[in-house]
C-alpha cells in the first residue's frame, strides 16, 4: 500500500488531542494504522500534550482528593475501562474492515443511482457519529454534495481522481467545505470508501433526492 | 501520611516522574503515587476545567485519571513516552469516554485500542520529548496560547474566533501560522 495523501497536522493535532468528533475519529484511524509518518507525527502530538499539561498551572483540589482515591484503591473496585467487551470486525460483503471499524454496524449496500451504492456506517457508542460508506463502478462521478464542516475519506478499495490528485487505498482525502472537488472513480475497477463529516451533510441533485429519506439527512 | 497540596513541593524532573510510576507498577508504592498525584492532580483540573468543565467534574475526572494511573501503571514504558505525555493520553481518553457517555447515559465506557509501538518508535521516544518541549518553547507567546487552546477545548475555531472577537479568518491564519512554525521547528531538530 503505497500512501500519498494525509491529514493535515492541524487534523493529526485534534486526534492526538482528542479534540475530534467520533466520525472523523474512527476514519482518520483507519488510515494513521497503516500510515507509519502519520503514527509519528501523533506521537509528537501526544508528547505536546504531555508538554502542554506539565506546563498547565495547578488549581488546588478537594482536601480529601487524595485520600478519595486511595480509598478507591482499598476498596478494589472492579475495573470499569478495560472490561469493554471485544468488539468484531466489521465485514461488508465479506471483506474485512480496517480495525478502526472494529464493533461498528456496518448496513447493507443501498441502490441510489446508477452504478451507486451506500451503506451506513453505524458506531454503538456514538450513535451520532456520521459516517457512511460508497461503493462507485469504473468512471463514474461520487455522489455530488456539499458539507459544511470539513470532510475525510478513506480509501478502502479502487482509486478516484480529483482534482487534488489520485486517491488509492489507505489514501485519506481531507477536504474543507470551501474546496470544490468532483472525484471521478478511475476506470479500471469500482472505487469503495469510507467518509465521515464534522458537519452535517448536504446532497444537491437527483442523488441528494433519493438520499434524503434513506438518511434523513 | 501524604499532603495532597502541591505548592510546598518542587515540580520533579521528567526521570523522577518516569520513576515514580515505575514504583507504582513495581510495588505499589503509594508514597510515589501521592507524589504523582500531588505533580499532576492539581494540572489534570485545570486541564479539565479550560475545556469548560465544571469544577466537581474536573476533580472527578483528576481521580479517574489518577486511578487509571495506579491500575495501569505496569503498561507504561518509559523508553516509549514521557511519564506526563502517558497521564496526558489517558486524560484525553477518559474525557472522550465522558464526553460521548453525557450524549449516552447508557453506554459502558470502552477504551479506544492502543497500538502497539514498533521497535524502531520505541527508541526515538524519549528523544521525541525533549524535541517537542523545544518547539513548543521555539513558539511566540500567541503561538503557543494556540496550541494550547487546541489540547484543552473542542471548541472550533468559529467559537474562538467569537470568544476572542477576532474574525474567523484571523484565528484559521493564526493558527495556520503557528502549525507551520510548529512543524519547522520539529523537523528542524529531526
Known amino acids: 500500500m503505497t500512501i500519498s495523501h494525509h491529514p493535515t497536522d492541524e487534523t493529526l493535532l485534534r486526534y492526538a488531542a482528542g479534540t475530534l468528533a ?121 455522489p455530488d454534495h456539499g458539507h459544511v464542516g470539513t470532510e475525510f475519506t478513506y480509501i478502502l478499495s479502487g482509486s478516484y481522481t480529483d482534482r487534488l490528485g489520485q486517491f488509492r487505498p489507505g489514501d485519506i482525502a481531507e477536504v474543507d467545505e470551501d474546496v470544490e472537488h468532483q472525484p471521478i472513480v478511475d476506470p479500471d475497477q469500482e472505487c469503495i470508501c469510507i467518509a465521515a463529516m464534522e458537519g452535517r451533510m448536504r446532497f444537491n441533485g437527483f442523488i441528494g433526492r433519493m438520499l434524503q429519506p434513506i438518511f434523513g439527512i | 501520611m501524604v499532603k495532597a497540596d502541591g ?56 481521580q479517574e485519571t489518577m486511578l487509571s494511573v495506579w491500575r495501569k501503571a505496569s503498561y507504561y514504558d518509559p523508553a516509549r513516552a514521557g511519564a506526563g505525555t502517558w497521564v496526558f493520553t489517558i486524560a484525553r481518553n477518559l474525557r472522550i469516554d465522558h464526553l460521548r457517555r453525557q450524549r449516552n447515559p447508557a453506554d459502558l465506557p470502552s477504551d479506544p485500542p ?60 493564526r493558527t495556520r501560522l503557528a502549525m507551520n512554525r510548529l512543524r519547522a521547528l520539529l523537523e528542524d531538530e529531526t
Open chain 1, 22 to 142: 467520533t466520525g472523523p475519529r474512527i476514519v482518520l484511524e483507519a488510515h494513521i494504522a497503516g500510515c507509519k509518518a502519520c503514527r509519528a507525527r501523533v506521537a509528537e502530538f501526544e508528547a505536546l500534550g504531555g508538554a502542554v499539561l506539565e506546563d498547565t498551572e495547578p488549581t488546588p483540589l478537594a482536601a480529601s482528593a487524595l485520600a478519595d482515591v486511595l480509598a478507591l484503591i482499598d476498596a478494589g473496585e472492579p475495573r470499569t475501562s478495560t472490561t469493554a467487551q471485544p468488539h468484531k470486525p466489521a465485514e461488508i460483503d465479506g471483506v474485512r474492515l480496517p480495525d478502526a471499524f472494529r464493533g461498528c454496524d456496518i448496513g447493507r449496500w443501498r441502490w441510489i443511482g446508477p452504478g451507486m451504492h451506500m451503506s451506513r456506517v453505524r458506531v454503538p457508542q456514538d450513535p451520532d457519529a456520521n459516517i457512511i460508506m460508497l461503493k462507485v463502478g469504473p468512471g463514474r462521478a461520487l
Open chain 2, 7 to 62: 505548592d510546598a513541593f518542587p515540580v520533579p524532573p521528567a526521570q523522577e516522574l518516569a520513576r515514580l510510576v515505575q514504583a507504582v507498577a513495581a510495588r505499589g508504592d503509594r508514597e510515589a503515587f501521592a507524589a504523582l498525584f500531588r505533580h499532576f492532580g492539581p494540572r489534570l483540573k485545570t486541564f479539565f476545567m479550560r475545556g469548560s468543565m465544571s469544577s466537581g467534574l474536573a476533580e472527578d475526572l483528576v
Open chain 2, 114 to 173: 492502543v497500538m502497539p509501538p514498533s521497535l524502531e518508535e520505541e527508541l526515538i521516544g524519549v528523544e521525541r520529548e525533549e524535541r517537542v518541549r523545544e518547539a513548543l518553547a521555539g513558539l511566540s507567546a500567541e503561538q503557543q496560547a494556540i496550541i494550547r487552546l487546541s489540547y484543552y477545548s473542542e471548541k472550533s475555531q468559529s467559537e474562538i474566533a467569537g470568544e476572542l472577537g477576532i474574525p474567523l479568518g484571523t484565528v484559521k491564519s
